[in-house]
């Protein structure tokens, strides 16, 4: 139950500058926080690094990959050994479960989702992005095999709420233009910072599309931000305080 390819992706390999890109954005916390409601024990499914883990509660994080629990701060509890689609814990073991930017690596989502309503007797509280908002981002326009690639991994928010039954909300999260926690989009505004390898190993998105796709990309971008013509397309984006994009919180009650 160990192994980092326990999803999609083999954090084992290609995630060690994970803590470093992908930080918790305290202004996305503070809603995912909010969400958990009064909860006092909350479970952290796909937990990586640790990101976006309330430290007021008690948290039980639990991340197949030995890369990304590695990374945890000392100011969390070492993460649990396993997976979401079989998870060590009774039913109604946790007041809530959380679950941010993780599902679409899961090997099997509906499985994994359905674990978590089991073990959870109130919210479940996921971060993910709707697939069919992923070409709101100027980056379709240099990148299409990245944005095709990451359609096809994201569940359908419908069938999300269809494998968690209850009740299920949906609300956009506007992304700060400052963002600290590195996803694509999070560079909206700064569309220098995806010329960067460091920065594009710790998406995931990259590891789904050939390496002759992903330079045909940066080289399309880098000569569109030399030209000048990115700034004519796209750079009212530059001071715009927030993008309203593909990120969503999922909020499920049973």
């Not at 359609?151 to 999260?173: F, H, K, N």
Request: hydrophobic residues 45%; contains cysteine; glycine residues 10%.
């Amino acid at each position: 139950m160990d192994s980092g390819a326990a999803g999609d992706f083999d954090y084992e390999r290609h995630g060690q500058g994970y803590a470093r890109e992908r930080r918790t954005d305290p202004r996305i916390a503070a809603r995912v926080h909010a969400a958990l409601g009064a909860a006092r024990t909350v479970l952290n499914v796909g937990a990586g690094a640790g990101s976006y883990e309330p430290l007021d509660r008690h948290v039980v994080a639990v991340e197949p990959s030995a890369a990304m629990r590695a990374q945890r701060s000392r100011d969390l509890a070492p993460a649990v050994i396993g997976r979401a689609e079989q998870l060590p814990f009774d039913a109604g073991a946790f007041d809530a479960a959380m679950a941010t930017i993780t599902i679409h690596q899961w090997a099997e989502p509906a499985r994994g989702l359905r674990e978590l309503r089991r073990v959870t007797r109130g919210p479940i509280v996921l971060l993910s992005f709707d697939g069919d908002a992923l070409d709101h981002f100027w980056l379709a326009t240099y990148a299409p095999e990245l944005i095709a690639a990451e359609r096809r991994r994201y569940p359908a928010l419908g069938e999300i709420g269809e494998w968690l039954g209850g009740t299920t909300q949906v609300s956009v999260v506007p992304i700060p233009i400052d963002c600290v926690d590195g996803f694509t989009e999070a560079f909206y505004a700064r569309p220098e910072r995806l010329l960067e390898s460091a920065v594009r190993r710790a998406q995931s998105a990259w590891g789904f599309v050939e390496r002759g796709a992903e330079q045909r990309a940066v080289e399309a971008l880098r000569a569109a931000l030399a030209s000048g013509d990115w700034d004519r397309r796209f750079g009212g984006l530059r001071t715009q305080p927030e993008f309203e994009g593909s990120l969503r919180l999922i909020v499920n009650l049973p």
